[in-house]
């Protein structure tokens, strides 16, 4: 069992940065891959990015490639996400999410991940 607790949501203008984290609970975390997802006002949740188990490998949602970045520490069970150059569209809850299975052809899937956070808020005005 893992349990997730996301953190360093808020109020940000457009252009600006923040980088949220994700606390996992349990001594098995660098056994899991994991993932964000973000659900945006009125949309359905959406896959944002992934780091594999190691950190070797990441993965993005083209909507953000080039300005989120991914990467965890698993010796303090922590995972990271690196934000720059907000836009307004990255308005939404940002949850980390996962995956006892290191590598999936269905990353981006929700349906893939075994655990999840609650989530953190991030607002980005224009």
């Known amino acids: 069992q893992v349990q997730l607790v996301e953190s360093g949501g808020g109020l940000v203008q457009a252009g600006g940065s923040l980088r949220l984290s994700c606390a996992a609970s349990g001594r098995t975390f660098s056994s899991y891959a994991m993932g964000w997802f973000r659900r945006c006002p009125g949309k359905e949740r959406e896959f944002v990015g992934r780091?594999?188990?190691?950190?070797?490998?990441?993965y993005y949602a083209d909507s953000v490639k080039g300005r989120f970045t991914i990467s965890r520490d698993n010796v303090k069970n922590m995972v990271y996400l690196q934000m720059n150059s907000l836009k307004p569209e990255d308005t939404a809850v940002y949850y980390c999410?996962?995956?006892?299975?290191?590598?999936?052809?269905?990353?981006?899937?929700?349906?893939?991940?075994?655990?999840w956070g609650l989530g953190t808020q991030v607002t980005v005005s224009s």
């Open positions: 999410a996962a995956d006892s299975a290191d590598y999936s052809g269905y990353y981006f899937r929700s349906s893939v991940y075994d655990y």
């Open positions: 780091i594999s188990r190691s950190g070797g490998f990441t």
